[in-house]
């Protein structure tokens, strides 16, 4: 079946460090990836997206490239900032019998510190 | 808008009693789902609905079941309540199948 599986963490940053978190994925046929962040307290956003192979997602700063030849989907950001503590999540959806689920990581718990 | 909405908020529940957890969603979005999330597992998908009117099971449906009620409201319900539904209990609705819009949560205790 499909699964993600995302680097242990946590990680913790000083403010203004480079960040990346390491996504890799199995599945069948072709499938969308999806990075969400859940802020302390609350549920979770979507954060970023890809839906074909060498796509890139960008948004606040963040980004992440569909790279099917490894079966990749890494987090990225330059400099992170004391608001960016959150859990981070990668998160796939399949077509087939699978359309419109998402199949989630464990999650990566962030923390910055000024 | 209000987005996505979950009651109640905490619950603490003794092994064997029952209760439903609520979500309703203002988008007029077709599809809505639960998820529990279990600490280092991720969100693990329980039931969802596609539409109105249809419910099929996720990944960990044994101990609970659904209602969609009419578009809006999706419930949750635990029958009889075990130490192992202890988590954090997530509604969330698409219209797009990948942008999903999450409820703020429900954490449930079972004791």
């Known amino acids: 079946g499909d699964s993600v599986t995302q680097m242990e963490g946590p990680v913790t940053l000083s403010e203004e460090a480079f960040l990346t978190i390491n996504c890799t994925y199995t599945a069948t046929g072709y499938p969308s990836l999806f990075w969400y962040v859940q802020y302390p307290g609350e549920g979770l956003q979507l954060l970023l997206k890809?839906?074909?192979?060498?796509d890139k997602g960008s948004n606040k700063g963040f980004e992440a490239t569909y790279r099917k030849e490894t079966t990749s989907f890494h987090l990225e950001k330059g400099s992170v900032q004391v608001s960016d503590s959150a859990v981070y999540f990668c998160?796939?959806?399949?077509?087939?019998?699978?359309?419109?689920?998402?199949?989630f990581g464990q999650g990566t718990i962030l923390t910055v510190h000024p | 808008n209000a987005g996505v909405t979950q009651t109640p908020k905490f619950q603490v529940l003794k092994t064997g009693q029952s209760m439903t957890l609520q979500c309703a969603q203002d988008?007029?979005?077709?599809?809505m789902y639960w998820y529990r999330q279990d600490p280092g597992m991720g969100l693990r998908l329980i039931y969802y609905s596609a539409s109105e009117g249809t419910t099929d099971k996720g990944e960990v449906p044994n101990g609970y079941n659904v209602s969609r009620l009419n578009k809006r409201e999706f419930s949750l319900r635990l029958e009889s309540a075990a130490p192992s539904q202890t988590s954090v209990y997530f509604c969330?609705?698409?219209?797009?199948?990948?942008?999903?819009?999450f409820g703020p949560g429900t954490r449930l205790t079972v004791t």
């Open positions: 988008m007029n979005h077709n599809s």
């Open positions: 969330a609705s698409s219209e797009q199948v990948y942008e999903q819009y």
């Open positions: 998160a796939l959806t399949a077509g087939g019998t699978s359309y419109g689920k998402l199949t």
């Open positions: 890809a839906t074909k192979a060498d």
